[in-house]
Structures are given as C-alpha cells and as structure tokens.
Antibody
C-alpha cells in the first residue's frame, strides 16, 4: 500500500530554515509528482509547489518563490521541502501529497509535520 | 482569477442531502477534486475527475460540475461526515489552487 511518512516536529527561530522529508513507499516513486501543502493553525490548505521525482523539475507557488526548495533522492524514494527565512506566520502543518495518477487529485498524504516558528 | 470560492459553513440534518459548492474560473477548464478533513488528521480525497470516488469512499458522495461551479453532494449525510471540505483544481499555469474550505455540521 502507498505510504508517505514524514519527518518529525520542528521548532525553529525566525530567520532559520527547515527541511522536511517525505519517505514514499508502495508505488513507483518516480512515476508521480510529489506536492507540498501546508495548513496554518485554524486555516485552510495552501499549495506550496511540486517536484517531478523523475526529472527533478520543480514548480513553486509564487508566494514561496525564492524561499522554498524542493528536492528528491530517488535512491531512497524520499522527497524534501526546505523553507528558508522562516517567519512566525510560517507556523503550520506541512504535508507531502501525491496523486498516484492525475496531477492535482491527491489520493495519498503524509501524516503532516508541524513546524513552529517562535523566538 | 486563480481562486476557488467556497461557503465557509453549511449544515445538514442527519440523513438529509447537502450540496457543497466551489466556484472559480479554472473550473471551466479543469475538474475539481474534493477532500474531507477531520480535526488533527490529513485530508482525505473523496471525489476526483468527472465524478470518481477512490476505493473506500461511500457512494453517498458524488460530484458534479457546471460552468465555473463544482459541487460535492452528500446524499443521506451521516454523523461521521461532519468535517471540513476542500475543493482544489489547477490554473492555466498548472499551479494547484485550493478553496477556502467549508465546515459541514451534521445536525
């Protein structure tokens, strides 16, 4: 069965960076885009961008351009999302998600990683 | 514009039918997907494409679309359907966009 297992809770200071990992299993990792979505406390879902695990090609939401970097390591079927210059409003649960088929229908989600930004 | 608009809150009596809508220009070209999310949990895909349900999603969930509006219908709402519901789609540049979410209360 498809599983996406994310790294654990992070606490960071403003201005720092955070790197969240997403270990995929149960499907062909290079076959489907991996997306990253975040959710601030009490707020809705926000798409951050996606990576093509096969080519490494990325597409980022304009809001995060220049601050986010998505990478992958195909040898260990793991995707990464690094967010730099953290601010307090980056406090959120960060999810990786993949479709297993289409582009934007996310059938599979990681369990989420809470990132808290606080001085 | 690259936005999807949802009503913030909707309620339905137990066993009745409820429709949750999602409006946006991108829906004229792309289907919406629908997710439910319960507190403290990751979202769950319930409808995608024209009207497709992933394995394990009850058939009381259905989707439809007309013009710039997509709808999720729950026929015979159950107590366990109480959740936040989100639509998503993509824009002309392949950016994924989410609606703001609808909180469904089952009375």
């Amino acid at each position: 069965q498809v599983q996406l297992v994310q790294s654990g809770t992070e606490v960071k200071k403003p201005g720092a960076s955070v790197k969240v990992s997403c270990k995929a299993s149960g499907y062909t990792f290079t076959g489907y885009y991996m997306h990253w979505v975040r959710q601030a406390p009490g707020q809705g879902l926000e798409w951050m961008g996606r990576i093509n695990p096969n080519s490494g090609d990325t597409k980022y939401a304009q809001k995060f351009q220049g601050r986010v970097t998505m990478t992958r390591d195909t040898s260990i079927t793991t995707a990464y999302m690094e967010l730099s210059r953290l601010r307090s409003d980056d406090t959120a649960v960060y999810y990786c998600a993949t479709s297993g088929g289409g582009y934007d229908n996310f059938a599979y989600w990681g369990q989420g990683t809470l990132v808290t930004v606080s001085s | 514009s690259s936005e999807l608009t949802q009503d913030p809150a909707v309620s339905v009596a137990l066993g009745q039918t409820v429709r949750i809508t999602c409006q946006g220009d991108s829906l004229r070209s792309h289907y919406a997907s629908w997710y439910l999310q319960k507190p403290g949990q990751a979202p769950v895909l319930v409808i995608y494409g024209k009207n497709n349900r992933p394995s394990g999603i009850p058939d009381r969930f259905s989707g439809s679309s007309s013009g710039d509006t997509a709808s999720l219908t729950i026929t015979g709402a159950q107590a366990e359907d109480e959740a936040d519901y989100y639509c998503n789609s993509r824009d002309s540049s392949d950016n994924v966009i989410f609606g703001g979410g609808t909180k469904l209360t089952v009375l």
